[in-house]
């Protein structure tokens, strides 16, 4: 996922897989405008075949925020 933001705030990531496990990025204890995390990279396996809805939430760490979500289907382990 990219996201920006106009005031070149850092980001805080979540993202939730569907199926109990997720990963994240904090906000920084300082507001800063760096630029910071307009990126994030995932990867993940699961452990069962199914049908997985995957969502994603981005925010800078003020009061904007943004989200993501699809489902993946699993069929092949």
């Known amino acids: 996922w990219n996201a920006t933001d106009a005031d070149n705030d850092d980001l805080a990531w979540s993202v939730d897989?569907?199926?109990g496990m997720g990963i994240g990025t904090d906000c920084e204890s300082l507001h800063l405008k760096n630029r910071k995390n307009w990126e994030m990279r995932a990867s993940h396996s699961w452990s069962k075949k199914g049908v997985y809805g995957v969502h994603a939430v981005v925010k800078d760490?003020?009061?904007g925020s943004d989200k993501d979500a699809f489902d993946i289907?699993?069929?092949n382990l």
């Open 73 to 75: 289907n699993i069929e």
């Open 17 to 19: 897989f569907g199926d």
């Open 61 to 63: 760490c003020v009061s």
